[in-house]
């Protein structure tokens, strides 16, 4: 049997508030509301003075702000202050196991722990345990790293995907946990539902634990050897962060052993309380019956025009490799199904194509522009203004093979629920201490 070392996992030391509400200590992830000034002067409001992880995290939406480098460094002060100062209770040596139920009523199931950065990597077909799920902006590093850097703490967004069709792993230690007393509970700022979580730390438990990484690493080993364990699913940026700050650490005569490690929260793929939502697409500045044929040549399709969006959008959500078209045309909007044959996750081949027409656009000197959109009536909306794109939904049977096989997806190829769904921040760590 192979040890969490071998599996790329280790227990953390995790800290945990103290006489903090959660409802005020934890904050939704920090590259959520990025164009909502609102929502974060809420999050401030209610937080208030109470300890908050709101203070030791960077809302994205102030990546660009005039005063970042005061920001950074208060936030900086503030891990610290809240090490020295007895915010957190004594830290214990354990997983986390979290029952997360949302604002709609689903509840997610997940296991913290800390992976071993050695075990990760990011860029295209790698053969590492811990892979990514889409292309990383290598430039999205740099102004992140500035926050990894010298931090005391770190708390995690980042979830990672194991492929569990017989919940061998997140299911079957909550299970044995859940009988006991929660290490917390409550309810999360801003409506967004509750959270509890169970500590994860006796022998048996560690045992149940590591004999579902071992079965399902063996379940995924490779032809070549390789083991595919873990996909990232939200954070990969965040993840790509960590693994960037450890590279230059690890060159250091005495590099600090922490920073090899992140926190992050497992989950299973087939979990019922995890949605994958496609993000469609809407193009300005393109012909929508160019796009259409364009499309239909490069992917060997078939046109088949329908009535109205309702019906276009129901064709798609039930396909695997069909994409729906809305545009205008002299006043009339079009709705039009291409039917395609392509296989595993349809936004792998898709997108590619979409690529391809933008650069012909920009040879024939239109700037063509892309965007990505969340929900299908907005996309529908848009075929008034561009040529709206709706995508199948995501396979979750086809999601490892598709990003074993062919490498990380696309950018914006899928979402993991609302934004009010993705993870707050609670647990932490000790990093740069």
């Known amino acids: 049997m192979k040890t969490f070392e071998e599996l790329g996992v280790k227990v953390p030391e995790i800290l945990l508030p103290k006489n903090v509400p959660l409802e005020k200590w934890s904050v939704v992830a920090c590259d959520q509301y990025t164009q909502n000034q609102q929502y974060w002067d809420s999050a401030k409001k209610v937080a208030g003075k109470e300890p908050s992880t709101l203070n030791i995290i960077y809302p994205e939406i102030y990546l660009n702000a005039p005063d970042k480098k005061e920001r950074i460094a208060q936030i900086h002060s503030t891990m610290k202050d809240y090490l020295n100062n007895g915010v957190f209770a004594e830290p214990e040596n354990c997983f986390v196991y979290v029952e997360r139920t949302t604002a709609y009523g689903r509840t997610r199931k997940g296991l913290v722990v800390a992976i071993d950065l050695e075990t990760y990597e990011w860029k295209p077909f790698s053969k590492a345990l811990i892979r990514a799920t889409e292309a990383t902006i290598v430039e999205r590093i740099p102004p992140r790293k500035e926050i990894r850097n010298g931090a005391a703490i770190e708390s995690p967004h980042i979830m990672l995907l194991v492929d569990d069709p017989e919940c061998?792993?997140?299911?079957?230690?909550?299970?044995?946990v859940c009988s006991k007393k929660p290490v917390y509970s409550g309810n999360l700022m801003a409506s967004s539902g509750s959270i509890k979580g169970w500590k994860v730390s006796s022998a048996d438990e560690l045992e149940i634990v590591q004999?579902?990484?071992?079965?399902?690493?063996?379940?995924?080993?490779?032809?070549?050897?390789?083991?595919?364990?873990?996909?990232v699913g939200?954070?990969?940026?965040?993840?790509?962060?960590?693994?960037?700050?450890?590279?230059?650490?690890?060159?250091?005569?005495?590099p600090n052993q922490n920073v090899r490690y992140a926190l992050v929260e497992i989950v299973?793929?087939?979990?019922?309380?995890?949605?994958?939502?496609p993000i469609h697409r809407v193009l300005f500045n393109v012909a929508g019956c160019e796009a259409v044929k364009f499309v239909c040549k490069e992917l060997n399709g078939n046109l088949l025009e329908l009535a109205n969006g309702e019906v276009l959008a129901q064709k798609v959500a039930d396909s695997k490799n069909s994409f729906g078209f809305t545009y205008t045309v002299q006043g009339e909007q079009k709705f039009v199904l291409v039917e395609t044959k392509v296989q595993g996750l349809a936004v792998a081949k898709f997108q590619p194509v979409l690529d391809k027409l933008l650069e012909k656009c920009k040879q024939n000197g239109t700037e063509a522009q892309i965007d990505f959109i969340h929900g299908t009536q907005d996309t529908l909306d848009l075929g008034s203004k561009g040529v709206g794109i709706l995508l199948p939904p995501i396979a979750k049977d086809s999601f490892f093979g598709t990003i074993s096989n062919g490498g990380p997806l696309p950018r914006k190829s899928f979402s993991m629920g609302e934004a009010d769904e993705k993870r707050f921040y609670l647990e932490c760590r000790k990093l740069y201490w």
């Open 168 to 176: 061998k792993l997140v299911e079957t230690i909550g299970k044995k």
């Open 268 to 277: 299973n793929i087939y979990d019922s309380g995890l949605t994958f939502e």
């Open 234 to 254: 939200d954070g990969n940026h965040s993840l790509a962060t960590a693994k960037a700050v450890w590279e230059e650490e690890k060159l250091k005569p005495q």
């Open 211 to 231: 004999d579902a990484l071992n079965q399902l690493a063996q379940k995924n080993t490779m032809q070549d050897g390789s083991i595919f364990l873990f996909a």
